[in-house]
């Protein structure tokens, strides 16, 4: 049996990065706190993982790239963390009058961007557009970013920050982003690459009128201040891992395979949980809730139902033996496959595709994005198959919503592997199956995730990797604005994880703003 005291100053539902952001944070105030992970292992969605049966290559199964976690986070916990750069952003294949093109963009280099650029559209005038547009997002970056881990000001705070950029303001908040995208930038392929950004996680398109693509925009272009994403060296397991450590390093307890199954509200919050079949019972003052906020609101008596938003997301996780060679002769596949390789993510056919997808009909030609996290950090692979050239891929791809899978998982989760697997080979000069390892079975070394999976596997609610369609950066409700943004029904059970606002993609804010909150209260 587990030696679990019966008070805690805070419990922890939940050992996801977010919940051990928090943890940390508190330990090392001083709180007693206790964090219950239902899985084998900490991470939630941040986890690296030994995917492929007899092969030492672990991969970061379920996200992949770090640009939302402050530098402040990480030297407050003092985390032994590298991210780092990929010497490629962005290659996108394109196919012209039956030739292979391609839009190059160097992380190290304007000049071969700028050139990339001429090559394919003709002119200077495209490239001066894009510079234009991304100019927009990083004074939006500059005037938010450093608010994240406050309290929340409210919209007209916020929008005093860009008395000296309202056409930035504008761009995000008051407006479609296509008609941004659209008024910039000609191209069907930049425009494509450029919006691409805003559809991750969610469906929705250039024009949807509750402005979801723009608040998914945000968080995918102010990370660190300049919407750079970096690659987690060791994998993600080794960023929530360390994050881990720190919180026990201070003091927290985890208790992981515990599974909590009640929480009730009180001036002491109960909170039950089970563990190998062993009912456990204990109290704590505050209670953060690293689960989806639908979740937690199960676990609660007599709480209200909160619906859950759709999720719309492909994952596929491949180690290959050597990289594909490309059509478009002019690069080497090392350049293509380090940064962000688009599959048909033009942005007329991004339209195509989720007009099929808010239909219920899985897209043709389905849009995705691939990267090697091998080419820029190799320790994940074990020292031979790093010497024998292996190198991993995933890929992430959207408009593909809950509902296409909610009936026959198992069959349509193939049919659109099948597609997405049709829709790299179009670009290469071999087919990628010939480029894939083996396993310790024979098996080739892919595996496929779809919202339901992702909804089985790590309790995300309809498959939302966020929890919830992502939030705005400043408060709109008055009753919000000086809060915190992680504030429930309930006076002293606060959400952690990604539902709560400003939280989504691995960042740690909620994590460190839940924290703040509980810290605030006992000021108070």
């Given amino acids: 049996m587990l030696n679990i005291k019966t008070k805690y100053d805070v419990v922890i539902v939940g050992g996801g990065h977010n919940g051990l952001v928090s943890a940390a944070y508190l330990a090392r105030a001083g709180l007693s706190v206790l964090v219950l992970e239902r899985q084998a292992q900490v991470g939630g969605a941040a986890v690296s993982a030994r995917v492929f049966k007899g092969v030492d290559a672990r991969l970061s199964r379920y996200s992949y790239l770090v640009s939302m976690l402050p530098q402040k986070i990480v030297d407050d916990l003092g985390l032994r963390f590298e991210a780092r750069r990929r010497a490629i952003a962005a290659f996108t294949p394109v196919v012209r009058d ?253 339209q195509a595709s989720y007009d099929s997808a808010a239909a219920g009909k899985i897209p043709e030609f389905p849009p995705g994005e691939i990267y090697c996290h091998t080419l820029t950090d190799n320790s994940i692979l074990s020292p031979e198959l790093a010497a024998a050239g292996y190198q991993t891929l995933t890929l992430f791809g959207v408009d593909m919503p809950y509902r296409l899978f909610r009936e026959d998982n198992e069959r349509r989760r193939q049919v659109v592997l099948e597609r997405y697997l049709q829709g790299i080979n179009q670009y290469l000069g071999e087919p990628i199956e010939e480029c894939l390892a083996v396993d310790a079975d024979g098996q080739l070394c892919i595996e496929a995730k779809s919202p339901v999976d992702i909804e089985r596997e790590l309790n995300m609610p309809r498959g939302h990797i966020f929890h919830n369609d992502m939030s705005w950066v400043f408060a709109d409700e008055p009753e919000m604005v000086g809060r915190w943004g992680v504030e429930t029904d309930y006076p002293n059970i606060f959400l952690c994880g990604a539902g709560a606002m400003r939280g989504g993609c691995v960042s740690g804010i909620p994590g460190h703003n839940a924290a703040m909150k509980v810290l605030e209260c006992l000021k108070a």
């Fill in 98 to 350: 039956g030739k292979h093109h391609a839009l190059f963009i160097s992380n190290e280099s304007s000049q071969a961007a700028a050139e990339s650029f001429r090559e394919l559209t003709g002119s200077d005038e495209e490239y001066q557009g894009y510079l234009r547009f991304y100019e927009l997002m990083a004074q939006f970056a500059e005037r938010t970013w450093d608010t994240l881990l406050e309290p929340l000001m409210s919209r007209e705070q916020m929008k005093k920050r860009f008395n000296d950029a309202v056409d930035s303001w504008e761009t995000v908040v008051e407006k479609p982003l296509g008609e941004t995208v659209e008024r910039l930038l000609k191209d069907d392929a930049v425009r494509g690459a450029v919006f691409t950004d805003a559809k991750i996680g969610v469906l929705t398109h250039p024009h949807d009128p509750t402005l979801r693509q723009n608040r998914t925009y945000i968080y995918h272009v102010i990370g660190g201040g300049t919407g750079e994403w970096r690659v987690p060296a060791g994998g993600m397991g080794a960023l929530t891992g360390e994050i881990a450590r720190v919180a026990q390093v201070n003091g927290a307890e985890i208790v992981k395979e515990a599974s909590v199954t009640c929480v009730v509200p009180g001036a002491q919050v109960e909170v039950e949980f089970t563990r190998e079949g062993q009912v456990y019972r204990t109290q704590a003052a505050y209670v953060l809730s690293n689960a989806a906020p639908a979740v937690l609101y199960k676990l609660i008596p007599n709480a209200p139902a909160i619906e859950t938003d759709e999720g719309s997301v492909f994952k596929v996780n491949m180690l290959l033996k050597r990289l594909p060679h490309l059509k478009a002769e002019r690069y080497r596949s090392e350049q293509a496959f380090t940064g962000t390789f688009h599959i048909n993510e033009t942005y007329s056919g991004m």
